[in-house]
Nanobody, 126 residues
Framework: QVQPVESGGGLVQAGDSLRLSCAAS????????VAWFRQAPGKEREFVAA???????TTYADSVKGRFTISRANFNMVYLQMNSLSAEDTDVYYC????????????????????WGQGTQVTVSS
């Protein structure tokens, strides 16, 4: 099975941009829907964005719509471009993959994803 590996987190200022990367190890993402989630200490993991196995469909949380863009390049990489960051975006960001069900859009539910990365910290100073 695929193992997602995140990178690209860091400390930025409010209004800055950051791009997170999710690399596929062991296998490629070719038959997987891929999503980004985020989690703050003591809170539930929340959906951020997802992209279908083909890259033809994307879906976003309302809180990031218009600021974040999820994309995939070949079958090995998925990216999350984050613009106009605010302190409210400070979280650990996780990349997750699920064998595709060939639905119209990728799932927004945490429980649908079987394969998770270790997370990358994003801190936005105000």
């Amino acid at each position: 099975q695929v193992q997602p590996v995140e990178s690209g987190g860091g400390l930025v200022q409010a209004g800055d941009s950051l791009r997170l990367s999710c690399a596929a190890s062991r296998r490629t993402f070719s038959n997987y829907d891929v999503a980004w989630f985020r989690q703050a200490p003591g809170k539930e993991r929340e959906f951020v964005a997802a992209i279908s196995w083909s890259g033809g469909s994307t879906t976003y949380a309302d809180s990031v719509k218009g600021r974040f863009t999820i994309s995939r390049a070949n079958f090995n990489m998925v990216y999350l471009q984050m613009n106009s960051l605010s302190a409210e975006d400070t979280d650990v960001y996780y990349c997750a993959a699920d064998i595709t069900r060939y639905s119209t859009t990728a799932s927004r539910r945490v429980g649908e994803y079987d394969y998770w990365g270790q997370g990358t910290q994003v801190t936005v100073s105000s």
